[in-house]
T-cell receptor, first 114, second 110 residues
């Protein structure tokens, strides 16, 4: 089935460790996005990519890094520089072109820093 | 950046009641979506509605882009409608990255 797959769903990490969250889509979408959600809040944009080998910072990029080496994949690394990494992380994608603006989301990855 | 305000922040209904959720935004947009976030955190797409009116079963939505607001109507609410409803917009001329409102927490009582 077509969709967006995020893994792992739950992740625990010690302070000072980097962790990479996976996002894979088989929808043939060009654009991909990473959002962060804190309890009781809306989503905030971390990074986005409209095309392979290109990406831009969102509103809260500090302490995060991404890569876009393949169209299907947009992994997010939460580095030790991120001061409050415990959160729910959501990946999204959309097709590009005229009249195609709807974003679709994966099921999310919940990161807890111990 | 663009501002998105949702109201009310919390809403409690009896099963069978109707409700209207509002989303105001501060600039022109090329994308507006309504989502329902379920208890497991998954975002369910309800409507992609940068302008006009759409209906899907008991749910309908209207966006008046010139006046910068959108409304989500839920009729004959059911307990399974409970959860958080988010409005999200992308400013005109952007790469369609969405800015989210803070959501409306809906609780439908049996």
């Amino acid at each position: 089935d077509g969709g967006i797959t995020q893994s792992p769903k739950y992740l625990f990490r010690k302070e000072g460790q980097n962790v990479t969250l996976s996002c894979e889509q088989n929808l043939n979408h060009d654009a991909m996005y990473w959002y962060r959600q804190d309890p009781g809040q809306g989503l905030r944009l971390i990074y986005y990519s409209q095309i392979v080998n290109d990406f831009q910072k969102g509103d809260i990029a500090e302490g995060y890094s991404v890569s876009r080496e393949k169209k299907e994949s947009f992994p997010l690394t939460v580095t030790s520089a991120q001061k409050n990494p415990t959160a729910f992380y959501l990946c999204a994608s959309r097709p590009t072109g005229e009249g195609t603006g709807e974003l679709f989301f994966g099921e999310g990855s919940r990161l807890t820093v111990l | 950046g663009i501002q998105v305000e949702q109201s009310p922040p919390d809403l409690i209904l009896q099963e069978g009641a109707n409700s209207t959720l509002r989303c105001n935004f501060s600039d022109s947009v090329n994308n507006l979506q309504w989502f329902h976030q379920n208890p497991w955190g998954q975002l369910i797409n309800l409507f992609y509605i940068p302008s006009g009116t759409k209906q899907n079963g008991r749910l309908s939505a209207t966006t008046v882009a010139t006046e910068r607001y959108s409304l989500l109507y839920i009729s004959s609410s059911q307990t399974t409608d409970s959860g958080v409803y988010f409005c999200a917009v992308a400013p005109s001329g952007s790469a369609r990255q969405l800015t989210f409102g803070s959501g409306t927490q809906l609780t439908v009582l049996p």
